[in-house]
């Protein structure tokens, strides 16, 4: 059974930290892409971050670069969001997602399994 098991979240004031992780069982890890994506009040999901099990190459949207940094520690099949600098915008439900293509992606509609979602919220 794929499981994504995310841990992480919470509340933070603004220019705070959090980190998100994903702990992922199920599936061969090192051939699939995990990334997330976040989904705030009123709006669509956003990709916000990838990165490949694989070969390590990574995506961040703009409205994070610079800010969050994704990492795997592959021998525990876990990947990590690091999220700085929070801004009221990054408030949303951050989803960890799979994509057995393996490759980097942008759009939410390549996942194939979806953790719970954990709630960030960012005041100001």
């Known amino acids: 059974e794929v499981q994504l098991v995310e841990a992480g979240g919470g509340w933070v004031q603004a220019g705070g930290s959090l980190r998100h992780s994903c702990a992922a069982s199920?599936?061969?890890?090192?051939?699939?892409?995990i990334g997330w994506v976040r989904q705030g009040p009123g709006k669509e999901r956003e990709g916000v971050s990838c990165?490949?099990?694989?070969?390590?190459?990574?995506y961040y949207a703009d409205s994070i670069k610079g800010r969050f940094t994704i990492s795997t520690d592959n021998a525990k099949n876990t990947v990590y969001l690091q999220m700085n600098s929070l801004k009221p915008e990054d408030t949303a439900v951050y989803y960890c997602?799979?994509?057995?293509?393996?490759?980097?992606?942008?759009?939410?509609?390549?996942?194939?399994?979806w953790g719970q979602g954990t709630q960030v919220t960012v005041s100001s």
């Open positions: 990165i490949s099990s694989s070969d390590g190459s990574t």
């Open positions: 997602a799979a994509d057995h293509m393996g490759a980097v992606s942008q759009d939410p509609l390549e996942y194939d399994y």
């Open positions: 199920g599936f061969s890890f090192d051939d699939y892409a």
